[in-house]
């Protein structure tokens, strides 16, 4: 029998597990308060018990309820106003891109960040103009071709270009009618502003991008998505090279 209970077969651990983590109370008190959240116990616009009253609740101090409490803000699932409760909200996709507006710049800072970051805004942009030529409606051609009028009649002023430029661009991340595509498309805008600025003073910069755009519009226009892809790839390769070329100087 013995010999019987030696030869029973266990469970085996990975060969290198990792640690398990103890977490801080704070993460507790967000881990149940999230929970609740998710079930519909609280919804959007419902204000959360307060602090006194969940101190009593979990048997935590104020401090943990506090860093809870800002750590549900940054989730974008609770609004915080001074001498208030915490309200509950919807997260939204601008909230969720919004986190990553720190580790991005981080990121940027590096060597080979910048980089990294036109490649990145490269296939999102590409992926964005195949769609638009594959999907677009009637109505949203028209929106792109006016702020390609728009973009045309801003050559020469620099701030003026600029904005047209981004509204152009805008445009195109509109169509899929998807918050989290304008949401990255206004995040990596914003991460890749020094880029821009910068490009924009390289001499013939902004009749070039005009022209690309023009391009992109065309093949959005004709249904051809091939085509618009590659005038994308084409006019953000061209950016890069300005920027560079300035940077340069």
Same mark, same amino acid.
């Given at each position: 029998? !013995?010999?019987?209970?030696?030869?029973?077969? @266990?469970? @085996?651990?990975?060969?290198?597990?990792? +640690?398990?983590?103890?977490? %801080? $109370?704070?993460?507790?008190?967000?881990?149940?308060?999230?929970?609740? =959240?998710?079930?519909?116990?609280?919804?959007?616009?419902?204000?959360?018990?307060?602090?006194?009253?969940?101190?009593?609740?979990?048997?935590?101090?104020?401090?943990?309820?506090?860093?809870?409490?800002?750590?549900?803000?940054?989730?974008? =699932?609770?609004?915080?106003?001074? #001498?208030?409760?915490?309200?509950?909200?919807?997260?939204? &996709?601008? /909230?969720?891109?919004?986190?990553?507006?720190?580790?991005?710049?981080?990121? =940027?800072?590096? +060597?080979? #960040?910048?980089?990294?970051?036109?490649?990145?805004?490269? $296939?999102?942009?590409?992926?964005l103009a195949r769609w638009a030529a594959q999907r677009a409606t009637p109505e949203q051609v028209a929106a792109l071709q006016a702020a $390609? *009028?728009?973009? %045309? *009649?801003?050559?020469? @002023?620099? /701030?003026?270009?600029?904005? /047209?430029?981004?509204?152009?661009?805008?445009? =195109?991340?509109?169509?899929?009618?998807?918050?989290?595509?304008?949401?990255?498309? !206004?995040?990596?805008?914003?991460?890749?502003?020094?880029?821009?600025?910068?490009?924009?003073?390289?001499? #013939?910069?902004?009749?070039? &991008?005009?022209?690309?755009? %023009?391009?992109?519009?065309?093949?959005v226009a004709a249904r051809d998505p091939a085509t618009a892809e590659t005038a994308m790839q084409e006019h953000l390769d061209e950016v890069a090279r300005y920027y560079w070329?300035?940077?340069? %100087?």
């Open positions: 029998m !013995a010999a019987q209970a030696a030869s029973v077969q @266990r469970p @085996r651990l990975e060969a290198s597990p990792a +640690p398990i983590r103890r977490r %801080k $109370l704070y993460e507790e008190v967000v881990s149940r308060i999230e929970a609740m =959240l998710h079930s519909g116990e609280y919804a959007p616009g419902d204000q959360l018990p307060s602090e006194r009253e969940i101190m009593q609740a979990y048997g935590v101090g104020r401090t943990s309820v506090r860093e809870a409490l800002f750590a549900l803000h940054k989730m974008g =699932l609770v609004t915080i106003n001074s #001498g208030e409760r915490a309200r509950v909200t919807l997260p939204t &996709a601008a /909230t969720l891109v919004g986190e990553l507006s720190g580790a991005a710049r981080h990121v =940027l800072a590096q +060597p080979g #960040g910048i980089e990294q970051f036109q490649q990145a805004g490269a $296939l999102f942009e590409t992926a $390609l *009028a728009a973009n %045309k *009649a801003a050559i020469g @002023r620099h /701030t003026s270009f600029e904005r /047209t430029d981004l509204a152009f661009h805008y445009v =195109l991340a509109e169509i899929p009618g998807n918050p989290i595509f304008t949401a990255l498309h !206004a995040a990596i805008a914003d991460w890749l502003f020094e880029q821009r600025a910068t490009s924009i003073r390289a001499p #013939g910069s902004d009749r070039a &991008a005009y022209r690309a755009h %023009k391009r992109i519009f065309s093949a070329q300035v940077r340069r %100087k």
